[in-house]
């Protein structure tokens, strides 16, 4: 009488669009342990010892590892594989805000820049920000006027001397 293997094994934390890598960890006891199936619980199987798997789609998957010795040689995992997450920022602001703070980042000029940040489930978050850094405009508007004609309004401003005149909208 030779006794049944204990069979075991173990999983890497599983989020969507990542390899998730099973470790056999079985006790041999005195059985052959050479011949082993993976079933992912999603139609997909192995007969590596150490295989890895991507899951295309969250969820719960129950995966198996047979050992080929014997029906009562079974492992179950019920497997979560969890959700990334992306999310899209589009930010339009004047040269003057620049630098712009964003996710504990510091960017001084305009594009496109992604962050890797961790979900709320633990998995990869990407995070985009479209930072579109407006053109600034100028003018000048050249006036000649007598001194009786102060105090002068123009775009909304008064002025009571002659002289260069800055006004920032």
Sequence with gaps: YK???TVQFTANSACLGNVTVFTNTTVPNSAS???QIWDFGNGFVSFLQAPSHQYNTAGTYNVTLLNS???DSVATLNLTVKATST???????CSADLPYSWN???Y???GTYNVTL???VGCDSIATLNLNVKATSTSITNESICPSDLPYSWNGNTFTTGGT???NY
């Excluded at 999310?87 to 602001?93: K, P």
Aim: aromatic share 0%; hydrophobic share 25%.
């Design 104 to 106: 504990g980042n510091t």
């Design 118 to 120: 961790l979900n709320s």
């Design 165 to 167: 005149n800055k006004v």
């Design 87 to 93: 999310s899209v920022t589009n930010e339009s602001i």
């Design 33 to 35: 342990v050479d011949n």
């Design 3 to 5: 006794p049944a293997p």
């Design 69 to 71: 010795v014997g029906c």
């Design 108 to 110: 001084t000029t305009g």
